[in-house]
């Protein structure tokens, strides 16, 4: 397999072409890797005590980010994965809009994640949201968000919707 982030539909496609409303997904979806890297923040090392590690995992528009306490240390286990977890976020994009969602295990959060036992190497987990949002490229008016990107307009569209993916993503 490549080093590439790869999304596989089992079941029912989300937002299946010519549907104005999204579909459930019959099964998880599984959000898989098979490279990643530790990022810390601007002139913090990784090897040290920097203010948080995230792991990310980036190819092409595909994105997952998870950001920990600097508190974790290898090995990884479920319950160290968990108490260490900050937020996340999860891009993946679709014929409709790249699907969105921030994870938090509070009612701030769009979705929640469960860490799951894995081989040596490796971080799965199960990902459960009640709501997503759609993003998509737009004109400047009203309904537009432009955050601190001068001239980028961004759409979002919430869905209120559940949605269930499966991580099995490499750990650096």
């Known amino acids: ?3 590439a982030l790869h999304l ?3 079941g029912s496609l989300l937002l299946a072409a010519g549907c104005q409303q999204p579909m459930a997904a019959t099964t998880p979806l599984l959000i898989q890797s098979n490279s990643s890297s530790w ?11 920097p203010d948080y590690r995230a792991l990310l995992v980036n190819v092409g528009k595909q994105e997952v980010y998870l950001s920990f306490g600097p508190e974790l240390k290898a090995p990884y286990t479920p319950a ?5 977890f900050r937020f996340g976020d999860i ?8 699907i969105a969602i921030h994870l938090e295990n509070s009612e701030r959060g769009e979705g929640r994640i469960e860490f799951l036992t894995a081989a040596d190497g490796r971080l799965k987990a199960q990902v459960t949201a009640q709501r997503y949002r759609l993003q998509n490229q737009g004109k400047p008016g009203p309904d537009c968000r432009t955050d601190d990107i001068k001239g980028y307009c961004l759409e979002e569209k919430r869905i209120e919707a559940p949605l269930t993916l499966q991580l099995d993503l490499a750990l650096p």
């Open 91 to 98: 891009y993946h994009p679709t014929a409709k809009g790249m």
């Open 8 to 10: 596989l539909m089992a």
């Open 80 to 84: 160290q994965l968990a108490q260490h």
């Open 1 to 3: 397999m490549s080093h």
């Open 39 to 49: 990022q810390c923040p601007a002139n913090q090392r990784c090897d040290g005590t």
